[in-house]
């Protein structure tokens, strides 16, 4: 079975322009994650969606949005881009909800904001 | 949201030696996970913890929850250099999952 994909691999993007990533979860799984993470630091959580309805989100501004799809698959949208906003964006999918289903990682999204 | 603390940040270990990280809360945790990020990679999921006082082994890794349910341990005998990488402990609700601050094992040949 394929793993979780996200889409592009790598992205260079100016200060204020919008950027949608993408990420399709593995086949069965319901529910679709969504990390931040700076280098060398953990991931931060920005949004968890399940069965397409947004179930949490972290503590993000709302220049962050996202969405599920019929299908399960998701993008996550950044607005007016900050240079604060360059890391990598890493996708998971579960089965459940991820507190007590383990989150399967896709290789994520590397965003330079310049 | 929960957050957890994890100590130490960095380990250096010689090949061989054991290694621990530890994962503490303040508040009372439904579950545990671990996951293992190598450099440059993602996040991989190790275990799920669930019991008060619960221990699972994955070979050479030994997971503990602690009675309290407020912290937990990962500990590696006689690591290899495959064992470098991040070792992230999590914790949530029903909506989330958060990672804690992580503990980067430097294995050295």
């Known amino acids: 079975d394929a793993g979780v994909t996200q889409s592009p691999t790598h992205l260079i993007k100016t200060r204020g322009q919008q950027v949608t990533l993408r990420c399709s979860p593995i086949?069965?799984?319901?529910?679709v994650s969504w990390y931040q993470q700076v280098l060398g630091q953990g991931p931060q959580f920005i949004f968890q969606?399940?069965?397409?309805?947004?179930?949490g989100r972290g503590n993000f501004p709302d220049r962050f949005s996202a969405r599920q799809f019929p299908n399960y698959s998701s993008e996550l949208n950044v607005n007016a881009l900050l240079l604060g906003d360059s890391a990598l964006y890493l996708c998971?999918?579960?089965?459940?909800?991820?507190?007590?289903?383990?989150?399967?990682f896709g290789n994520g999204t590397r965003l330079t904001v310049t | 949201g929960q957050q957890v603390m994890q100590i130490p940040q960095y380990q250096h270990v010689q090949e061989g030696e054991d290694f621990t990280t530890y994962c503490n809360s303040s508040t009372t945790l439904s579950n545990i996970q671990w996951y293992k990020q190598r450099p440059g990679g993602h996040p991989v999921f190790l275990i799920q913890l669930v019991k008060s006082g619960e221990v699972k082994k994955q070979k050479r890794l030994t997971f503990q929850f602690g009675e309290a349910k407020k912290n937990s341990s990962l500990h590696i005998t006689a690591t290899q250099t495959t064992d470098v990488g991040t070792y992230f402990c999590t914790s949530g609700g029903a909506n989330n999952l958060f990672f804690g601050t992580g503990t980067r094992l430097t294995v050295i040949p």
């Open positions: 086949s069965g799984h319901k529910s």
């Open positions: 969606y399940y069965e397409k309805e947004e179930r």
């Open positions: 998971a999918s579960s089965r459940g909800v991820s507190y007590n289903s383990p989150l399967h």
